[in-house]
């Protein structure tokens, strides 16, 4: 069955921290894409990044990285010298076909608070 | 700005009535999504629509239901609606219909009082 686990709900760390958000996913498709989205308190969505199953390539962009390690179905994201402005609600997400389109299922989020 | 245009914002509605939520997509976009958010449920996938047709369905009520126009804004209907049904609405929309990055809407905060 198709799954997002984020165990982390919620993480507080002080500006310039590192800070790495968990992401655990299970599916039965050998196709797949895995996608970071970020939701600041104003509300809105925000596109991170997007991953399919056969690129396991590690990510950077600025202060973001991503690591895709399908040998143990994570998708971790770390955000390098955290800033006040990365407080949010961050999910990871799945996608996989379903009945002739994609189906996106998303984990519960994790709450980055970074503090001054 | 996402160029997703959602409307209305805010809706107040009463138990057992029937609300529209509209969906305009970035220019150019053929796939529409739409989602639930609610804080017992988390986000939820809806439906799917590419260039018109249902392409996937996911955690969607019988009393819910989409569609996609030929100028490719979307509506999702809510009708006999309950309490439960209180939550934020968002609609996004993507170029094709394999999961490309989906750019979301501002959102629709749904209360059923």
């Known amino acids: 069955a198709q799954k997002v686990t984020q165990a982390q709900t919620e993480i507080s760390v002080v500006e310039k921290e590192d800070v790495t958000l968990d992401c655990v996913y299970e599916?039965?498709?050998?196709?797949?894409?895995l996608f970071w989205y970020k939701q600041p308190p104003s509300g809105e969505l925000v596109f991170l990044i997007r991953?399919?199953?056969?690129?396991?390539q590690n990510e950077i962009s600025g202060r973001y990285s991503w690591n895709f390690q399908k040998s143990t179905s994570s998708f971790n994201f770390t955000i390098t010298a955290s800033q006040v402005v990365d407080s949010a609600v961050y999910f990871c997400?799945?996608?996989?076909?379903?009945?002739?389109?994609?189906?996106?299922?998303f984990g519960a989020g994790t709450r980055l608070f970074v503090k001054a | 700005d996402s160029g997703v245009t959602q409307t209305p914002k805010h809706l107040i509605t009463a138990t057992g009535q029937r609300v529209t939520l509209r969906c305009s997509p970035r220019s150019g976009d053929l796939s529409v999504y739409w989602y639930q958010q609610s804080l017992d449920q988390g986000l939820q996938f809806l439906i799917q629509y590419y260039n018109g047709e249902e392409r996937a369905k996911g955690n969607i009520l019988e009393r819910f239901s989409a569609q996609q126009f030929p100028d490719l804004h979307s509506e999702l209907n809510l009708s006999s609606l309950e309490l439960g049904d209180s939550a934020l609405y968002f609609c996004?929309?993507?170029?094709?219909?394999?999961?490309?990055?989906?750019?979301f809407g501002p959102g629709t905060r749904l209360t059923v009082t």
């Open positions: 997400a799945l996608s996989e076909s379903y009945t002739g389109g994609f189906k996106t299922i």
């Open positions: 991953r399919n199953s056969f690129d396991e």
């Open positions: 599916t039965r498709d050998t196709t797949y894409y």
């Open positions: 996004a929309s993507s170029v094709r219909d394999s999961p490309y990055e989906q750019y």
